[in-house]
C-alpha cells in the first residue's frame, strides 16, 4: 500500500519523538521515498526547529488547512529546496520531503483546542497530503499521552511506533497504549526505546520487552550526551550517521521500510 | 678463560657474531667483581658504561613505584648480562641492580671495548651485523603490533588464537619476544576484563501493574467519544482495505 500514515507517540513527554520523528523522516527521505511530516502536537509544536524553519518565516499552517483558510499546497513547506546552514540537513538537498508545520501562535492554539478536531477532517486532510503530494510515507510527530488528539491519530495510523524509555512508568503507560492500538485495530505495531542506560544489556531488553507486549522492538537507542548537545538544530543521525544512537535509529528505519 | 662464559658471552645480541678468537680476545679484557648480598651493581639513572655477565649467583633488578616502595622487575642468573647496550650508547640506566646473594660478575668496560673494536674490524663488522638483523626482526614485530593494536582498538581479538607467540622459551635477551608475550598477556587481560564488564551489564526487571493497566484502558475506552472513534476508524480502514 502506499502512502501509510506513521504515527509516532508515547505516554509521556520528552521521550525523543519530535527527534526521532524528524530523524526517521529524513532517513526514510534518504533512502530516496516521498515522505511528509506533520506536526500535530498543536499544544507544544516544535518538530519545525529540527528541520531549520524559522518561527517568523513560517506561513500557513495545519492549522488553516484543518479550518479550511488554506490549501495543503500552501502548507507543504520543502526541506529539500531548503536545507539551510546545518551539516546533517545539507545532505537531504533534492530529497522529497516535506514538513506540514502546526500553528505556534497562541491564539489559534487555544481555537483548535476548544473546538476540538474531527476524526474524519483529519483524516480526510491527511489522506488529501499524501494524494496531493503522491507521498509514500506521511509521519505524525504527537502530543504526549492519551487525550483525544493523540487518539485520533492513533486511530488513523498503519504503522504506530511507540517509543518509551526503559523505566517502569513508561512501561506502565506503554502497555495500555499498547492495549488502545490494538483495540482501534492499528495494522502494524512498533516499539523503540530512547535514552536507554548504556549499562542495560540491549539485547536482554530488546527481548523483554518484546515479550511483555508481543510487540517488536525496532531499536534500542541509548541515551547520549552527544545527542543532548548537539540535537536541538540538526538531524543528528545524518550529521553524526556512525553515532550509536544514529546507526540504531537506521535499524528502525529498516522495520518501516520493510513493512508492506 | 673458562669455555663457559665464552658459551655465555656468545649467547649476547652484540657478541653473537663473534668468532671464537675473537670472543676469547674480548672475554680477555673483561674483570672479575665479587658481590657480596645487597651490594648495589647499577643504580637506575647512572651513566652506564660497562656492561656484566653474571657468572655466580643472583641479582634483582628494582624500580622505585609512585608509593617509593621497592619494585623488583626481574631477576637475572648465571649466563645472564646486563646493560650490554651500555657498551654501545652509554644511555642511562633504567633501573637499579643488586645482589641477592653472594654473586660474581664479569665486567666489560667500555673504553676497553672500544679498543677491541680499533684494532679488530672484524668484531666491528659481526657487531653491526648482529644490530642490524635485530632492528629488522624488531621493526617486523612492531609492525605486526601495530596492526594488533588496531583490532584491539576495533574490539576484533580473533589473531590471539590465531597468532600466539611463537617460542617463550626463546633466550631471556630477546626484548622483541619479551614485548611479544607481554604484549599477549595485555590483550588476554584486557580481553578477560571486557568480557567480565559485558557480564556486568544490568537486566531492568519490571512488572506491569495488570490491574491499573486494565482500569485505565477502560477509562478511556468508556467515552462517547472512544466509542465513536472506534467506529470511524473500522469504517476507514475497511475503505481503505477496499480501495
Ligand atoms: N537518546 C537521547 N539521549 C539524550 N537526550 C535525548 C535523547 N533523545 C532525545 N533527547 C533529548 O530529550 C529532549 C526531548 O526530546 P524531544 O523533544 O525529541 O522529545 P519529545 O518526546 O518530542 O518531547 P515532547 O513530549 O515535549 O514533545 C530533547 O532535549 C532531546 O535533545
Ligand atoms: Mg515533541
Keep these: 500500500m502506499k502512502g501509510k500514515i506513521v504515527s509516532i507517540h508515547s505516554f509521556r513527554g520528552g521521550t525523543g519523538k519530535s527527534n526521532t520523528t524528524a530523524n526517521l523522516a529524513a532517513l526514510v527521505a534518504m533512502a530516496g521515498k516521498r515522505v511528509g511530516v506533520v506536526d500535530t502536537d498543536i499544544q507544544s509544536p516544535g518538530i519545525h526547529v529540527l528541520f531549520g524553519l524559522d518561527e517568523n518565516k513560517m506561513g500557513k499552517t495545519m492549522n488553516d488547512f484543518l479550518h479550511g483558510k488554506a490549501t495543503i499546497r500552501e502548507i507543504g513547506f520543502s526541506i529539500g529546496e531548503n536545507t539551510g546552514g546545518a551539516d546533517g540537513r545539507a545532505k537531504l538537498a533534492g530529497k522529497d520531503l516535506w514538513l506540514f508545520p502546526s500553528s505556534i501562535r497562541g491564539r489559534e492554539i487555544s481555537q483548535i483546542l476548544k473546538e476540538g478536531i474531527d476524526f474524519n477532517l483529519l483524516n480526510e486532510g491527511l489522506q488529501s497530503t499524501i494524494k496531493e503530494f503522491d507521498l509514500d510515507y506521511l509521519f505524525i510527530d504527537t502530543h504526549p499521552g492519551l487525550n483525544e488528539e493523540t487518539l485520533l491519530s492513533i486511530a488513523t495510523s498503519d504503522i504506530l511506533i511507540i517509543i518509551l524509555r526503559p523505566d517502569n512508568q513508561d512501561l506502565q503507560g506503554t502497555s495500555v497504549t499498547v492495549d488502545i492500538a490494538r483495540s482501534l485495530d492499528v495494522p502494524n505495531l512498533v516499539l523503540m526505546v530512547n535514552k536507554a542506560l548504556p549499562k542495560y544489556d ?29 540535537a536541538s538544530n540538526d538531524l543528528f543521525s545524518l550529521r553524526f550517521p556512525d553515532h550509536d544512537w544514529s546507526k540504531a535509529l537506521r535499524e528502525v528505519a529498516q522495520a518501516i521500510l520493510v513493512i508492506e | 678463560m673458562s669455555t663457559d662464559i665464552l658459551r655465555q658471552l656468545k649467547k649476547t645480541l652484540i657478541f653473537s657474531g663473534l668468532s671464537d678468537d675473537a670472543l676469547a680476545e674480548v672475554a680477555q679484557k673483561a674483570t672479575t667483581r665479587r658481590l657480596s648480598k645487597n651490594d648495589v651493581l647499577m643504580k637506575k639513572g647512572e651513566v652506564g658504561d660497562s656492561l656484566f655477565l653474571i657468572h655466580q649467583g643472583w641479582v634483582k633488578i628494582v624500580t622505585v613505584d609512585s608509593k617509593g ?93 590465531q597468532t600466539q607467540p611463537t617460542n617463550q622459551t626463546a633466550s631471556d635477551d630477546d626484548k622483541a619476544t619479551q614485548l611479544l608475550s607481554a604484549f599477549f598477556t595485555m590483550v588476554n587481560r584486557v580481553k578477560e576484563r571486557e568480557d567480565g564488564l559485558k557480564q556486568q551489564l544490568e537486566k531492568l526487571s519490571f512488572e506491569i501493574d495488570q490491574a491499573r493497566r486494565k482500569q485505565e484502558f477502560e477509562e478511556i475506552t468508556s467515552t462517547e467519544f472512544y466509542a465513536q472513534l472506534k467506529e470511524q476508524a473500522k469504517a476507514l480502514r475497511q475503505k481503505r482495505h477496499q480501495d
Design chain 2, 69 to 161: 616502595d621497592e619494585l623488583i622487575i626481574n631477576k637475572c642468573g648465571p649466563g645472564e648480562t646486563i646493560g650490554e647496550m651500555a657498551l654501545l650508547d652509554q644511555g642511562r640506566r633504567s633501573a637499579t641492580v643488586i645482589a641477592l646473594e653472594d654473586a660474581q660478575v664479569l665486567e666489560l668496560k667500555n673504553d676497553v671495548f672500544e679498543k677491541i673494536l680499533n684494532q679488530r674490524p672484524d668484531v666491528s663488522l659481526s657487531i653491526i651485523r648482529s644490530y642490524s638483523d635485530r632492528l629488522r626482526f624488531s621493526t617486523t614485530y612492531i609492525e605486526r603490533a601495530i596492526d594488533w593494536a588496531q583490532k584491539i582498538a576495533e574490539g576484533d581479538y580473533s589473531f590471539v588464537d
Design chain 1, 202 to 230: 540491549f539485547v536482554e531488553l530488546r527481548k523483554e520487552i518484546a515479550s511483555k507486549f508481543h510487540a517488536p522492538v525496532a531499536g534500542i537507542l541509548p541515551l547520549s550526551f552527544d545527542l543532548a548537545d548537539n
